[in-house]
């Protein structure tokens, strides 16, 4: 059974970092057929997919185009977890932040494990 | 960029009947398409992947179709834990639909 959980402070100003960790369980951030993303939801932007992080032989990254320029997603295979940093955030990037692991076809896959999510207010 | 829209935007349904959920996507997305339902402070679950398959655990009342650019998500009997947002998702470039949200009648 995999379990994804997440860590990172809730509250970000204006113009600074937001960085978000996910922990695996139950499965490597190396998988050779699975991909580690980072998901928001708000009520302006709706269920909004950032980016992810996988390995096929080497490291790839995938970004989102609405935050393509601001984000970094990194994997950490000494603890078996991957992070998000967003840079010059602004009250826009309010929202609730999610892990998830993707397998399955098309491009980007399907989402069959969540992390808990965590709210992250810019202020 | 595909756009996914979802129709109603709200259901209201008694216990024991049947809904009916569609999702829209502007262009064809073949069958990757995948339905998931969340409820107040949790993440979303997968219900349903590839247009039809049911995600592990997910009872039979819960059933997909669809093709191309019309899919429909179907539960054949409400169950009082069923009522919640539902959102569609095309597995290409992970688009989400804006969700239907099913609440009792």
């Known amino acids: 059974q995999v379990q994804l959980q997440q860590s990172g402070p809730g509250l970000v100003k204006p113009s600074q970092t937001l960085s978000l960790t996910c922990g695996i369980s139950?499965?490597?951030?190396?998988?050779?057929?699975?991909?580690w993303n980072w998901i928001r939801q708000s009520p302006s932007r709706g269920l909004e997919w950032l980016g992810r992080?996988?390995?096929?032989?080497?490291?790839?990254?995938d970004y989102g185009v609405s935050v393509k320029s601001r984000i970094t997603i990194n994997p950490d295979t000494s603890k078996n977890q991957f992070s998000l940093q967003l840079n010059s955030v602004t009250p826009e990037d309010t929202a609730v932040y999610y892990c998830a692991r993707s397998t399955g076809a098309g491009n980007i896959g399907y989402f069959h494990y969540w992390g808990q999510g965590a709210l992250v207010t810019v202020s | 960029e595909i756009v996914l829209t979802q129709s109603p935007g709200t259901l209201s349904l008694s216990p024991g009947e049947r809904a009916t959920l569609s999702c829209r996507a502007s262009?064809?997305?073949?069958?990757?398409l995948a339905w998931y339902q969340q409820k107040p402070g949790q993440a979303p679950r997968l219900l349903i992947y590839g247009t039809s398959s049911r995600a592990t655990g997910i009872p039979d009342r819960f059933s997909g179709s669809g093709s191309g650019t019309d899919f429909t998500l179907t539960i054949s009997r409400l169950e009082p834990e069923d009522f919640a947002v539902y959102y569609c998702?095309?597995?290409?470039?992970?688009?989400f639909g804006p969700g239907t949200k099913v609440h009792i009648k």
């Open positions: 992080t996988y390995y096929r032989s080497k490291w790839y990254n």
């Open positions: 139950g499965d490597s951030v190396s998988s050779n057929s699975a991909a």
């Open positions: 998702q095309q597995s290409d470039s992970s688009h």
């Open positions: 262009q064809s997305v073949s069958s990757y």
